[in-house]
């Protein structure tokens, strides 16, 4: 099995459970933009794609529409939202072994790079990542793809063979391979089998605890 150098890491689903937060904020949004919602399972669907997309895929809303939602969703998140999240448990001990190894490791999210920031802080995992990229609040970088194009280019990396995207949801594996990179598909998260499979991820991680042998550690 390869031995990949560089691993960019998504962050909801994958490094941390984020549910709480984002449903809560969501649903804040919803009814302040006067839309009725009470099944919170249907609102996990909003963890890890661009709000905007998880606005206007799941209530067919316009534009303008998503983005006033979005406005009140991050009334919440910037105050509340972003603390309610929890590391996931063998996670720190992963990173940190593969700092330790030699490994560089790269955060690319969608959720927006300020909030990651602050969530990376909190929990103490900045200390391992020598690079953070997400969204930008203006919507000029959203989607995945665009988040691992700042990221290859803030490294100056030109051998992307070296490199290999760890996420749970489809869009990660969509934007790897907008850049020919590989994906292990972790399943703790929230993609299905199914969804990780149709898209093409490379690899499927069970738990936390597999991921050091299939990062060759």
Same mark, same amino acid.
């Given at each position: ?15 941390? &459970? ?24 249907? $609102? ?6 661009? $709000? ?19 406005? %009140? ?98 869009? &990660? ?9 590989? %994906? ?34």
């Amino acid at each position: 099995m390869k031995t990949y150098h560089y691993i960019l890491f998504d962050l909801d689903g994958t490094l941390t &459970d984020s549910a709480e937060g984002i449903i809560n904020c969501v649903l804040y949004s919803l009814e302040k933009c006067g839309i009725q919602e009470s099944d919170r399972e249907k $609102l996990k669907a909003f963890v890890g794609p661009p $709000l905007m997309d998880s606005y206007r895929n799941c209530y067919h809303v316009s534009e303008e529409e998503a983005l006033k939602l979005t406005a %009140c969703y991050r009334e919440r998140f910037s105050v509340t939202g972003w603390k309610e999240n929890r590391v996931y448990e063998g996670i720190p001990e992963v990173l940190d072994a593969l700092k330790k190894a030699g490994r560089h490791l790269i955060l690319a999210t969608s959720k927006p790079e300020v909030y990651t920031k602050q969530i990376m802080e909190l929990f103490g995992l900045a200390q391992y990542f020598e690079l953070i990229c997400g969204a930008t609040l203006d919507g000029r970088i959203v989607q995945k793809g665009q988040v691992i194009a700042c990221a290859i280019s803030q490294i100056g990396l030109e051998h992307k063979d070296e490199m290999v995207m760890v996420g749970d949801r489809k869009y &990660d594996v969509y934007g790897a391979a907008e850049h020919g990179i590989p %994906c292990i598909g972790v399943l703790y998260g929230y993609g299905s089998r199914e969804e990780l499979v149709s898209a093409g991820a490379t690899m499927l991680c069970e738990t936390v605890s597999e991921l050091p042998e299939l990062l060759q550690l």
